[in-house]
């Protein structure tokens, strides 16, 4: 270094420091960024677990309703017994009412378990649809 010129040496050192701001400018600028898309990650995160917490109440409330039906189902179902086994006595019967007594010993078991079912397959829809939405608004 003696030999180069003390101008030529400042120079170098003001280019050399005018490089290092600019590098520290663009990691400062990156930093800023990078903070504040993991603010909005955080935040994306905490909405989303929100909405799949409050899908999950919903679900869970859907299936105690679909519980709650079967059992006023099979409720209903020991009641008609009763009245079509009271009404079987001695009385003669209009064939339709022989016809739906018979439908219905049939399918009584069928009734709740196909509006169980039913309820289960609404529940996974309403699952999987949120969960594929909360997915894709993850992506954006």
Known sequence: MDN????????????????L????????SHRAECEFLHDQHKEHSKRSGDA???????TLMLAKSMTDNAVMMSKL???????T???AGNQPEIDAVKDWRTTW?????????LLS????????????????YH??????
């Not at 701001?21 to 400062?28: G, I, P």
């Not at 179902?77 to 009245?83: E, G, H, P, Q, T």
């Open 21 to 28: 701001r600019s590098d520290v400018d663009l990691l400062m």
């Open 117 to 132: 079912l039913t309820g289960a397959i609404i529940t996974g829809i309403i699952t999987s649809a949120a969960l594929v």
């Open 135 to 140: 997915y894709l608004s993850g992506l954006s």
């Open 105 to 113: 010993k049939n399918n009584k078991v069928m009734i709740p378990l």
């Open 85 to 87: 086994e009271q009404a």
């Open 77 to 83: 179902s020991d009641s008609v017994d009763k009245l």
């Open 4 to 19: 180069i010129p003390e101008t030529l040496h400042t120079a170098r050192m003001e280019k050399e420091l005018k490089n």
């Open 52 to 58: 799949i917490n409050n899908n999950t109440e919903a």
